[in-house]
């Protein structure tokens, strides 16, 4: 866990050069510790920027804690028990909490990172056309967005999807084992796919582009990934002003991470304090798109991701995502944010 005490938001606006709000003045907070789960990936450039530069501080939080979890399973548990107030994982594993009737629901959408999926495999693996994907074992996390992907892929090229030999390892043993050829390909989200890459593999599939002989370098998405933002019922229920602040404080980190005239400072802040490669966070950096904006894309890839919860058996029918998604937080901060408002109840 890391402990950040955060600077002043007058004096970090101040040497930003920025307006100091995006909106009008909000009532009090109701917390002044806030509890962040954080990872080391750049799809936590908005936190960064709203730690780094005292704009939660500004919204009320004179302390903001960060943790850091081995699993997704575990993350969700220290949502529901209240040790971290904000998750934002990828968007699969709440949609299956939903499905499970526990309590959480979808404050926002953090970022697009369909084109950060990567499928990679060892070059003397020889995989030309998605058929060759049948004699080779594929290292993946289970149940993750990499199981979506795969299953995706399978339907796009018209594969036996029970051919294929997909072996569950978290992303270090998937690079571990391309590296042995314990496994001959991995599929995983960044940075895992760069250090594949950087370790002589070759890209077979991205998100968004196929790497096959036949079409390579052709538009072909099979990831719907998005980075969401996630609360309990409780914590919403009890800190509603918390709630909108710390909200208003994200959206506004979204839009100066999503601004080309600032990409030199947040790559250099996202490699500080995610403790990254300057190098690789500028490789992938263009494979993340921060947007806001609560519409059809987003449901799109939501019931993208709920479909495969169904067809691999993990949930039972496909709920709509605006069930679940409660957009007034985000509406506070920006009501043009919300082209389909949420029907989440609190």
């Not at 007058?10 to 954080?38: C, D, R, W, Y």
């Not at 070059?123 to 990499?146: C, F, H, M, T």
């Not at 999503?258 to 250099?268: C, T, Y």
């Amino acid at each position: 866990m890391n402990r950040r005490e955060l600077m002043t938001g007058a004096v970090a606006l101040g040497a930003a050069g920025i307006a100091p709000s995006l909106g009008h003045a909000q009532a009090k907070s109701e917390i002044a510790t806030l509890e962040l789960g954080f990872g080391l990936d750049p799809v936590f450039a908005p936190h960064v920027l709203a730690m780094s530069k005292g704009w939660l501080r500004e919204a009320g939080f004179t302390q903001v804690n960060t943790k850091t979890f081995t699993s997704g399973a575990l993350a969700g548990e220290a949502l529901i028990s209240g040790q971290i107030h904000l998750w934002t994982p990828g968007n699969l594993p709440p949609i299956s909490m939903v499905a499970n009737d526990v309590p959480v629901v979808v404050l926002g959408t953090n970022c697009i990172a369909t084109e950060a999926d990567n499928l990679v495999a060892r070059k003397d693996a020889n995989i030309r056309k998605p058929e060759d994907l049948y004699g080779v074992k594929i290292g993946l996390l289970a149940g993750s967005s990499a199981s979506a992907m795969l299953h995706n892929i399978a339907k796009r090229y018209n594969l036996d999807e029970k051919r294929l030999q997909p072996v569950n390892l978290p992303p270090p043993e998937q690079l571990a084992g391309l590296k042995s050829g314990a496994v001959q390909a991995m599929l995983c989200w960044q940075p895992w796919g760069y250090n594949a890459l950087a370790a002589g593999g070759e890209l077979i599939h991205s998100g968004t582009t196929s790497h096959f002989e036949a079409n390579k370098g052709q538009p072909a998405q099979v990831s719907a990934t998005r980075s969401i933002f996630v609360a309990s019922k409780d914590f919403v229920r009890a800190n509603p002003n918390a709630t909108r602040a710390l909200m208003a404080a994200l959206v506004r980190g979204q839009r100066y991470a999503a601004d080309p005239a600032n990409r030199a400072e947040v790559l250099a802040l996202v490699a500080q304090e995610t403790k990254q490669d300057r190098a690789l966070v500028e490789a992938i950096w263009g494979q993340y798109r921060f947007d806001p904006t609560i519409g059809e894309g987003y449901v799109a890839d939501m019931r993208s991701m709920s479909k495969f919860l169904v067809a691999s058996g993990r949930v039972k029918t496909e709920a709509d995502p605006m069930d679940y998604t409660y957009t007034a937080p985000v509406a506070a901060a920006d009501a043009s944010l919300v082209a389909i408002p949420g029907k989440a109840k609190l």
